[in-house]
Nanobody, 118 residues
Framework: QVQLVESGGGLVQAGGSLTLSCAASGSIFSFNDMGWYRQAPGSERELVATITRSGRINYQDSVKGRFTISRDNAKNTVYLQMNGLKPEDTAVYYC????????????WGQGTQVTVSS
């Protein structure tokens, strides 16, 4: 059973920084992709950033230059460093891990709240 545990959310003023962590129960090498998604009230869940097993990275345009995704394979952990936070970044942030064997299987963490005050 795959478990993803997020931490690091909280309340921060605009312009501030937070670092989210996602610890996986097993080796993250078993996942093709890992990433962060977010969902604001009344909105659909959207991709924030992803990183592949080989280290290829993708960001949503609105966070490019402000957010950095990284992974520590030894700790089975993926991070999201968020700088220059804006009120529109307020959302519940979810860690995602995907395995692609015959089809894609997605695993999700429980979510961590990020609130940015203006």
């Amino acid at each position: 059973q795959v478990q993803l545990v997020e931490s690091g959310g909280g309340l921060v003023q605009a312009g501030g920084s937070l670092t989210l962590s996602c610890a996986a129960s097993g080796s993250i090498f078993s996942f093709n992709d890992m990433g962060w998604y977010r969902q604001a009230p009344g909105s659909e869940r959207e991709l924030v950033a992803t990183i592949t097993r080989s280290g290829r990275i993708n960001y949503q345009d609105s966070v490019k230059g402000r957010f950095t995704i990284s992974r520590d394979n030894a700790k089975n952990t993926v991070y999201l460093q968020m700088n220059g936070l804006k009120p529109e970044d307020t959302a519940v942030y979810y860690c995602n891990a995907a395995q692609v064997i015959y089809s894609r299987i997605d695993y999700w963490g429980q979510g961590t709240q990020v609130t940015v005050s203006s």
